[in-house]
């Protein structure tokens, strides 16, 4: 029986890419959320 085909390894910089993205996704989502719950906060009164 034959070995399943693989497809070769991919490059550094297409993992390098691929966590950028990732890492960038993961601030802008913490960013959004921290934003709209500082929006909550200040509309129910809670101000710095």
Known sequence: MAA???SP???WRKRL???VVL???G???LS???GLL???MNWV???A
């Open 23 to 25: 890492w960038l996704g």
């Open 38 to 40: 500082r929006l909550v």
């Open 27 to 29: 601030v802008l989502a």
């Open 45 to 47: 009164g809670m101000t």
């Open 4 to 6: 399943p085909h693989r």
């Open 9 to 11: 390894p991919s490059s």
């Open 17 to 19: 890419g691929w966590l």
């Open 32 to 34: 959004a959320f921290a």
